[in-house]
């Protein structure tokens, strides 16, 4: 999840460990999606892209929250477990998944109760942004991975159009380490870390985990305030389909979409 009170700065060391309740300090992450339909709208097409002509048998929503993509899953898939760290968020999801047969499970994405090559399909969204060194999250989803399976993992994308154009304006290079993105000094030692990356370090780690990377995609390319203002949504996303792929190349986005493949 996002907190949308944060904007770029580097510097601040990230969270020293991960507890399951980071989570649980009085945000109410379904609010974060009021007036973000675009943004919704742009990664269900990328997922549905990215999956497309795809079946799975087991798939898991790592870090999904109250399960807000837990549903298009499913149409890929026969059985769909949430997995998420925050028991507030689970409460959530109650409501949200009612009627269904979503499984809904507490677990943290470091330490995933799923036996080896149990899954077929693995997605992580919005999560990379609170792992400033996913590596044991990435060698978890390979384990959970059956081989020849898929994971989808979202990148928050340091390398951006704006934040490259800004550094080659300076004369500088895009950092290859996470870069924080807090603008407020963290209220406790374990609080939660806030980070964005470079696309081709977590590939780099991802292979190193063996994944290897199949496909890739630009998501909510027209992410800003006065495009919004500007356009309808239904012109954003018409906008958005037609430069997912053709943006995926220069990682333009603030989003990134890894379409990878267990080894």
């Known amino acids: 999840m996002t907190d949308p009170n944060l904007s770029p700065q580097a510097g601040e060391p990230p969270a020293s460990k991960k507890v399951a309740n980071q989570y649980e300090r009085g945000y109410d992450y379904t609010k974060y999606w009021d007036n973000r339909d675009y943004e919704n709208a742009a990664e269900h097409i990328a997922i549905r892209r990215l999956l497309k002509g795809n079946h799975y048998r087991k798939a898991a929503d790592i870090g999904g929250g109250f399960g807000r993509l837990c549903l298009l899953l499913r149409t890929f898939s026969d059985e769909v477990t949430l997995a998420e760290p925050a028991a507030t968020q689970l409460e959530a999801a109650k409501e949200v998944l009612a009627g269904t047969d979503v499984k809904q499970v507490q677990m943290q994405a470091d330490d995933l109760k799923f036996a080896d090559g149990e899954l077929?399909?693995?997605?992580?969204?919005?999560?990379?942004?609170h792992l400033p060194e996913p590596s044991a999250e990435f060698t978890e989803i390979a384990r959970v991975l059956a081989p020849g399976g898929t994971a989808i993992i979202e990148v928050a994308n340091y390398g951006h159009y704006?934040?490259?154009?800004?550094?080659?304006?300076?004369?500088?290079?895009?950092?290859?380490?996470?870069?924080?993105?807090?603008?407020?000094k963290a209220d406790e030692p374990d609080a939660i870390a806030f980070v964005n990356h470079n696309v081709d370090t977590v590939?780099?780690?991802l292979a190193a985990a063996g994944l290897v990377l199949e496909n890739k995609l630009s998501v909510s390319n027209l992410r800003s305030q006065r495009v919004k203002k500007a356009l309808p949504t239904s012109a954003m996303l018409a906008v958005e389909r037609a430069t997912q792929r053709r943006l995926a190349k220069n990682n333009f986005g603030p989003s990134i979409f890894l379409k990878l493949r267990k080894n």
């Open 120 to 129: 077929d399909l693995v997605t992580m969204v919005r999560v990379m942004h």
């Open 162 to 184: 704006k934040n490259r154009r800004r550094h080659k304006k300076e004369g500088k290079p895009l950092p290859t380490e996470p870069v924080s993105i807090r603008t407020v």
């Open 203 to 205: 590939v780099g780690q």
